[in-house]
C-alpha cells in the first residue's frame, strides 16, 4: 500500500485503479467450493477466494470454459474421501481452457495472454472450477485458434484416458483391431481419434445418433448396440 500513497496526480489515480485491478487477480477470485460431499447442492460460489503463489514451474490460466467430468461429479460425491477430506473446503474439476495470466520464473512455453487448454492431475486439491486455475507448465497445451475454449475445456481428461488406455496400457500398434466401446462418448470418441491416427483398424459401438460422427472420425464399423447386437 506504500506505492498506492505515494501516487498524487490524476493521471497516477488511473494508475493506482489499474494496479488494484490487476492486484485483486492476483490474490482473490470466484471460485466453486466444495465445502463436504454430496448431491450437486451442497457446491458453493464464493468470492474472494485466495489465488496461490506460481511455484517456479507453474502457469496461472485465465479460465474462459471448464468441462464438468464423471470424475468430478463422483469426487463431490464421496470418492477419494480419504484424500480430499482432510482438505475440504476444495475446487474441484480437472479441465481447463483459457488465457495466461502469470507465469512462473522457470516457464518457458509460454507467454502472459497466450491462449491454452489442460488438465490438472486426478488428486489435485485447487481444480478449475475458478476464475484463476493454477496448472503446471506440463499440464497445458496451447489452443488452437480453430478449436473455441468451449470445445478445448472438453478434450484433454477425456483424451488423456483414452491415451493411458490405449497407448499406455494396451500398447497398440499399427495394423492392430480395436473395438471401442462407447464411441459416442468423450473418452470413446478420443479413443477412435487415436486409434485411427495409430494406424489401427476401428469399430465402435454406439447409438445411431452418434453413427454419422464416429464414422467421420476415422473408424471402418459403428455398431448401433441398441438395433445391431
Known amino acids: ?21 490487476l492486484r485483486s487477480i492476483f490474490t482473490g477470485c470466484r471460485a466453486v467450493m466444495l465445502p463436504r460431499f454430496g448431491g450437486p447442492e451442497v457446491l458453493e460460489l464464493r468470492e474472494n477466494v485466495p489465488v496461490p503463489n506460481l511455484n517456479p514451474n507453474e502457469v496461472l490460466v485465465r479460465a474462459k470454459a471448464v468441462s464438468v ?15 480430499f477430506q482432510p482438505h475440504l473446503p476444495i475446487i474441484i474439476g480437472r479441465d481447463v481452457s ?10 518457458k512455453s509460454f507467454r502472459v495472454g497466450q491462449e491454452v487448454f489442460g488438465a490438472l492431475h486426478p488428486t489435485a486439491l485447487r481444480g478449475t472450477y475458478t476464475d484463476y486455475g493454477v496448472l503446471s507448465e506440463e499440464e497445458l497445451v496451447e ?16 483424451a488423456l484416458t483414452a491415451w493411458r488406455a490405449l497407448k499406455s496400457n494396451a500398447r497398440i500398434l499399427e495394423g492392430q483391431r480395436v473395438l471401442v466401446f462407447g464411441g459416442g462418448r468423450a473418452v470413446g470418441f478420443s479413443a477412435i481419434q487415436i486409434a485411427v491416427a495409430s494406424g489401427c483398424h476401428v469399430t465402435a459401438s454406439c447409438v445411431g445418433q452418434t453413427r454419422d460422427r464416429i464414422l467421420a472420425a476415422g473408424a471402418e464399423q459403428a455398431v448401433d448396440y441398441t438395433t445391431e447386437l
Open 1 to 21: 500500500m506504500r506505492i498506492i500513497r505515494s501516487f498524487r496526480s490524476n493521471s497516477d489515480s488511473r494508475l493506482i485503479s489499474r494496479f488494484s485491478s
Open 69 to 83: 467430468n464423471p470424475l468430478d461429479c463422483r469426487i463431490r460425491a464421496g470418492y477419494g474421501r480419504s484424500v
Open 98 to 107: 483459457g488465457e495466461v495470466a502469470a507465469v512462473g520464473n522457470s516457464v
Open 143 to 158: 489452443k488452437p485458434s480453430t478449436v473455441s475454449h468451449v470445445e478445448a475445456s472438453a478434450i484433454p481428461f477425456a
